[in-house]
């Protein structure tokens, strides 16, 4: 999508609303807003009214802030996706499109009619010859639950993406990735007091470092010097000080490190909420490609039930409120500390032992997995986010255990990006998948997927170019309105030509043509009159159709005596029978004609005594059971004059 000048980035979590609004403009991007609040959602709560729940107090905190900007990116969570990267052949897109669609047959286990399926291509110049590609595929009903729920904010919902590719966004927008097709300029680094030194006039150059330099620790910080003592006059000078510091590397350093560098770093980027925690690694090389991901269900919810059960709490909301207030993790640094009185130790241990089973454990066997797959390497170092992540000496614990170094995303370290004052001081941690998915509204996303639906995506391509769709209708209107008069001009050639030729053809056929006109107004003569004696007669044949209904549920044994339509829409029917079954029948069968029939039940004393029928209906038997029904018909009134319910007893000719 081409990106906004303006763009609201919205994470709609389990308890929690983020909105980072991020504006472009020509010297960079600027992180203007950064919003959070809790909604109070207890636990079992259904998804209909946590929806309402949650678009609500977005509303409300949009309203408070006075937040005018109405694009937004929503995002779905990471576990409602299949994530799958794919190595193809490099080639034209259009065949690349079909071999990504055979893919996607493949690796999706759904079928692609109920599947909305998303690819981004990335080229290595490592591996010219192929190409990455990310395939992430989610149900058609899945994104439908999920826009319904977008659509109540009362924002415009120009993107949708996926939660741990959002928080990969932001990461690599943070180190400084800068997407191809970005056309802003880069933000000047920081002159250095080198650079300041130099430019003095009359100042020395100053020498360059050496781009090899072995005073590099295992995760690219470089270690700082010892001091060496001075070289005696009569030592010979080092090798290292005959290259100069400006010499380039010897000829098989390079294979040595790689064109890489030996000590490119790969981090681990995770983003611990309350219900989930999303996992995305980086690749290494120049791709700019994500290597891996996944949505953990472990996180801070897991966590407060523990303490509740530890501490045998009836209320899951004063357990949160223990967990914020009074649980530390217990790793060494917090023993090592001066413990403060209002630690719950015992809530502490129960915390410890979840994140040492699940939290730890499931990141470790995610790395070990990243690690084992053909394009997988160690992972350096691991960058923690989210709501969870201010837990107290949690990030010190996860390093303890799993031996690689743990940061807590605390700030923006991008120069590109100006940080508004309000923004500094909120807590950052818990925003970054708002922020990335606002860059992915801007165009500055490393990783662009979108799963708006396509004629939403039609719509808002419009968006924009209303002087161009103007023009174009404008241009269109034009050429209707230019062929219709071409056309009725020729339309008045073609009729002063006809009528030429039939002044020169035999007075006969003019005879003929006067005959077929006068012939033509007799017929709309009749129609008219027809039409008169429609509109008196309507209505007069609704009791042959209504009868015909209620035939149609008759049992065969009944035999109905009078028929009766009154003015009110009343009907009574008189009828005889054998036996007491096929009228029970009949009953039943009008009750569920609800389409037409209302209210049907025996009029008066219900079932007459049973009367002698033997001159009526010989053959039939000594005996039958007169009945009478009444019910009112539901769709027509006819205009007839109230006639009283006919008494039972009366012995007419049978009707059926």
Same mark, same amino acid.
């Given at each position: 999508?081409?990106?906004?000048?303006?763009?609201?980035?919205?994470?709609?979590?389990?308890?929690?609303?983020?909105?980072?609004?991020?504006?472009?403009?020509?010297?960079?991007?600027?992180?203007?807003?950064?919003?959070?609040?809790?909604?109070?959602?207890?636990?079992?709560?259904?998804?209909?009214?946590?929806?309402?729940?949650?678009?609500?107090?977005?509303?409300?905190?949009?309203?408070?802030?006075?937040?005018?900007?109405?694009?937004?990116?929503?995002?779905?969570?990471?576990?409602?996706?299949?994530?799958?990267?794919?190595?193809?052949?490099?080639?034209?897109?259009?065949?690349?499109? +079909?071999?990504?669609?055979?893919?996607?047959?493949?690796?999706?286990?759904?079928?692609?009619?109920?599947?909305?399926?998303?690819?981004?291509?990335?080229?290595?110049?490592?591996?010219?010859?192929?190409?990455?590609?990310?395939?992430?595929?989610?149900?058609?009903?899945?994104?439908?639950?999920?826009?319904?729920?977008?659509?109540?904010?009362?924002?415009?919902?120009?993107?949708?993406?996926?939660?741990?590719?959002?928080?990969?966004?932001?990461?690599?927008?943070?180190?400084?990735?800068?997407?191809?097709?970005?056309? +802003?300029?880069?933000?000047?680094?920081?002159?250095?007091?080198?650079?300041?030194?130099?430019?003095?006039?009359?100042?020395?150059?100053?020498?360059?470092?050496?781009?090899?330099?072995?005073?590099?620790?295992?995760?690219?910080?470089?270690?700082?010097?010892?001091?060496?003592?001075?070289?005696?006059?009569?030592?010979?000078?080092?090798?290292?000080?005959?290259?100069?510091?400006?010499?380039?590397?010897?000829?098989?350093?390079?294979?040595?490190?790689?064109?890489?560098?030996?000590?490119?770093?790969?981090?681990?980027?995770?983003?611990?909420?309350?219900?989930?925690?999303?996992?995305?690694?980086?690749?290494?090389?120049?791709?700019?490609?994500?290597?891996?991901?996944?949505?953990?269900?472990? @996180?801070?919810?897991?966590?407060?039930?523990?303490?509740?059960?530890?501490?045998?709490?009836?209320?899951?909301?004063?357990?949160?409120?223990?967990?914020?207030?009074?649980?530390?993790?217990?790793?060494?640094?917090?023993?090592?500390?001066?413990?403060?009185?209002?630690?719950?130790?015992?809530?502490?241990?129960?915390?410890?032992?979840?994140?040492?089973?699940?939290?730890?454990?499931?990141?470790?066997?995610?790395?070990?997995?990243?690690?084992?797959?053909?394009?997988?390497?160690?992972?350096?170092?691991?960058?923690?986010?989210?709501?969870?992540?201010?837990?107290?000496?949690?990030? +010190?614990?996860?390093?303890?255990?799993?031996?690689?170094?743990?940061?807590?995303?605390?700030?923006?370290?991008?120069?590109?990006?100006?940080?508004?004052?309000?923004?500094?001081?909120?807590?950052?941690?818990?925003?970054?998948?708002?922020?990335?998915?606002?860059?992915?509204?801007?165009?500055?996303?490393?990783?662009?997927?979108?799963?708006?639906?396509?004629?939403?995506?039609?719509?808002?391509?419009?968006?924009?170019?209303?002087?161009?769709?103007?023009?174009?209708?404008?241009?269109?209107?034009?050429?209707?309105?230019?062929?219709?008069?071409?056309?009725?001009? @020729?339309? +008045?050639?073609?009729?002063?030509?006809?009528?030429?030729?039939?002044?020169?053809?035999?007075?006969?056929?003019?005879?003929?043509?006067?005959?077929?006109?006068?012939? @033509?107004?007799?017929?709309?003569?009749?129609?008219?009159?027809?039409?008169?004696?429609?509109?008196?007669?309507?209505?007069?044949?609704?009791?042959?159709?209504?009868?015909?209904?209620?035939?149609?549920?008759?049992?065969?044994?009944?035999?109905?005596?009078?028929?009766?339509?009154?003015?009110?829409?009343?009907?009574?029917?008189?009828?005889?029978?054998?036996?007491?079954?096929?009228?029970?029948?009949?009953?039943?069968?009008?009750?569920?004609?609800?389409?037409?029939?209302?209210?049907?039940?025996?009029?008066?004393?219900?079932?007459?005594?049973?009367?002698?029928?033997?001159?009526?209906?010989?053959?039939?038997?000594?005996?039958?059971?007169?009945?009478?029904?009444?019910?009112?018909?539901?769709?027509?009134?006819?205009?007839?004059?109230?006639?009283?319910?006919?008494?039972?007893?009366?012995?007419?000719?049978?009707?059926?």
């Amino acid at each position: 999508m081409a990106g906004l000048k303006r763009c609201l980035g919205v994470d709609l979590g389990s308890s929690r609303i983020k909105v980072a609004e991020v504006v472009a403009e020509k010297a960079g991007l600027r992180l203007t807003r950064l919003l959070q609040a809790d909604v109070d959602i207890p636990p079992g709560t259904d998804e209909e009214e946590r929806a309402l729940r949650m678009t609500r107090s977005l509303r409300e905190l949009l309203k408070a802030h006075k937040v005018t900007t109405k694009d937004a990116v929503f995002c779905v969570p990471g576990q409602s996706v299949i994530y799958r990267p794919v190595k193809l052949p490099k080639t034209s897109p259009e065949r690349l499109q +079909r071999i990504v669609e055979y893919e996607a047959r493949q690796q999706i286990p759904f079928p692609l009619d109920q599947t909305h399926f998303e690819f981004q291509v990335f080229e290595n110049p490592e591996t010219p010859e192929e190409v990455e590609v990310l395939l992430v595929a989610i149900k058609r009903e899945t994104v439908g639950s999920y826009l319904r729920t977008f659509r109540r904010t009362g924002l415009r919902i120009a993107s949708i993406g996926v939660s741990y590719l959002a928080l990969f966004n932001y990461h690599k927008f943070d180190e400084g990735f800068v997407r191809p097709d970005d056309k +802003r300029k880069p933000a000047k680094k920081p002159e250095t007091e080198e650079a300041l030194d130099e430019a003095k006039p009359g100042a020395k150059p100053a020498k360059k470092k050496s781009p090899f330099s072995l005073n590099v620790s295992l995760f690219g910080k470089k270690k700082p010097k010892e001091e060496e003592p001075p070289a005696a006059e009569d030592e010979p000078p080092a090798e290292e000080e005959e290259r100069g510091e400006g010499a380039e590397p010897s000829e098989g350093a390079e294979d040595l490190f790689g064109a890489a560098g030996l000590f490119e770093e790969i981090k681990a980027y995770v983003n611990l909420g309350a219900t989930m925690m999303d996992l995305a690694i980086e690749k290494q090389g120049k791709g700019g490609g994500v290597g891996f991901c996944r949505a953990i269900p472990h @996180a801070g919810n897991e966590m407060t039930r523990a303490i509740q059960k530890a501490l045998a709490l009836d209320s899951f909301r004063e357990a949160e409120e223990i967990k914020r207030a009074a649980t530390r993790v217990l790793s060494t640094s917090f023993e090592l500390e001066e413990q403060p009185a209002e630690v719950n130790q015992e809530a502490s241990e129960a915390v410890t032992r979840l994140i040492d089973r699940s939290i730890v454990g499931e990141l470790r066997r995610s790395l070990d997995f990243y690690i084992s797959q053909p394009d997988g390497v160690a992972v350096d170092g691991i960058v923690l986010s989210g709501g969870q992540a201010c837990l107290p000496h949690l990030a +010190r614990y996860i390093e303890e255990k799993i031996g690689i170094p743990v940061e807590v995303a605390k700030e923006v370290r991008n120069p590109a990006v100006e940080v508004s004052e309000d923004v500094k001081k909120v807590d950052l941690s818990s925003g970054l998948v708002a922020i990335g998915l606002a860059l992915q509204g801007v165009g500055a996303a490393a990783i662009s997927v979108d799963f708006l639906p396509e004629d939403l995506k039609t719509v808002r391509e419009f968006k924009g170019k209303y002087p161009e769709v103007a023009a174009m209708a404008a241009m269109i209107i034009g050429m209707i309105v230019l062929s219709y008069n071409v056309g009725e001009d @020729a339309t +008045r050639v073609y009729r002063e030509e006809a009528q030429r030729l039939l002044d020169t053809v035999d007075p006969r056929v003019t005879q003929i043509l006067k005959q077929f006109d006068d012939l @033509a107004k007799e017929r709309q003569d009749l129609k008219a009159k027809y039409d008169s004696i429609a509109k008196v007669a309507a209505g007069r044949e609704v009791m042959l159709k209504l009868w015909a209904e209620i035939l149609i549920e008759k049992p065969p044994e009944v035999v109905i005596d009078l028929a009766q339509l009154n003015a009110d829409g009343t009907i009574a029917l008189i009828g005889a029978c054998e036996t007491l079954t096929p009228v029970i029948e009949f009953r039943k069968n009008l009750e569920a004609r609800t389409d037409l029939l209302a209210n049907v039940d025996f009029a008066q004393n219900g079932l007459i005594e049973t009367v002698d029928t033997q001159n009526r209906f010989p053959g039939d038997g000594d005996k039958m059971t007169m009945f009478s029904l009444s019910m009112r018909c539901l769709k027509v009134h006819p205009r007839l004059k109230t006639v009283p319910t006919p008494t039972p007893g009366a012995t007419p000719a049978p009707v059926a």
